[in-house]
C-alpha cells in the first residue's frame, strides 16, 4: 500500500507506519452528561449533588443524584441515547 505523502511507505521496527492518523467526523447520537443534567433539574427543580457516566457492555446511561425540593435524594438512571 503506498502513501501518498511519501515516496516510499516509511518503515520503523514494528513495519509499516502510518504517519498521520485522520478522524472522521463523530456524529454522535443521544445527548451529553450536561444535557441529562439540565433535564433533570428542569424536570425535578432539584440541587444536582453528583452526576456520574455508567458503562455497562457498550450501553451508557448517566446516573444522576439530585436533593429534591422536599429534602429527600433520589437518584435518576438517563439514557445516553436519548
Known amino acids: ?3 501518498p505523502a511519501y515516496p516510499q511507505p516509511p518503515f520503523g521496527p514494528e513495519g509499516l ?3 498521520f ?3 472522521q467526523p463523530q456524529f454522535r447520537s443521544g445527548i451529553s452528561l450536561d444535557e441529562a443534567i ?3 433539574r428542569r424536570e425535578t ?3 444536582i449533588l453528583a452526576a456520574d457516566t455508567v458503562r455497562n ?3 451508557v446511561t448517566y ?3 439530585v436533593l429534591m425540593p ?3 435524594v433520589r437518584v435518576f438512571y438517563v439514557d445516553a441515547e436519548g
Open 1 to 3: 500500500m503506498a502513501c
Open 17 to 19: 507506519i502510518t504517519p
Open 21 to 23: 492518523i485522520t478522524r
Open 38 to 40: 439540565q433535564r433533570i
Open 45 to 47: 427543580g432539584g440541587r
Open 57 to 59: 457492555d457498550g450501553a
Open 63 to 65: 446516573r444522576i443524584k
Open 70 to 72: 422536599n429534602g429527600r
